[in-house]
């Protein structure tokens, strides 16, 4: 069982930049992906980033519409940490936001992108950002 901690949410102004963490209890390069996800209220979980080994210790990621180009997926092996920067925040990023982990081996190399293929999820932190 991977237990995965977030840290790292909080309240931040437009145009703010965040960085959340997720800890996670296994080696983050024996999983297939790690991902990050976030709901809103009223909303389903939305698509954030995802990041993959395509080779040893080099990362693939992928990111979704809502923060491509304002979002960084990085992964530190060495403290089993996975890390969710993103940049020039607006109140539509207002969410709690998930790590997740999968073993599922479509997973290697490229990443997920569907809550559906993730097994492991942390208890989520929230991100609320003022107008």
């Known amino acids: 069982q991977v237990q995965l901690v977030e840290s790292g949410g909080g309240l931040v102004q437009t145009g703010a930049s965040l960085s959340v963490s997720c800890a996670a209890s296994?080696?983050?390069?024996?999983?297939?992906?790690m991902g990050w996800f976030r709901q809103a209220p009223g909303r389903e979980r939305e698509f954030v980033a995802t990041?993959?080994?395509?080779?040893?210790?080099?990362?693939?990621?992928k990111y979704g519409d809502s923060v491509r180009g304002r979002a960084t997926i990085s992964g530190d092996i060495a403290k089993n940490t996975v890390f969710l920067q993103v940049k020039n925040l607006n109140p539509e990023d207002t969410a709690v936001y998930y790590c997740?982990?999968?073993?599922?081996?479509?997973?290697?190399?490229?990443?997920?992108?569907?809550?559906?293929?993730?097994?492991?999820w942390g208890q989520g932190t929230q991100v609320t950002v003022s107008s």
């Open positions: 997740a982990a999968t073993l599922r081996e479509h997973c290697s190399g490229y990443g997920c992108i569907r809550p559906n293929d993730y097994d492991y």
């Open positions: 296994e080696r983050i390069d024996s999983m297939a992906a």
């Open positions: 990041l993959a080994w395509s080779a040893p210790y080099t990362a693939y990621t």
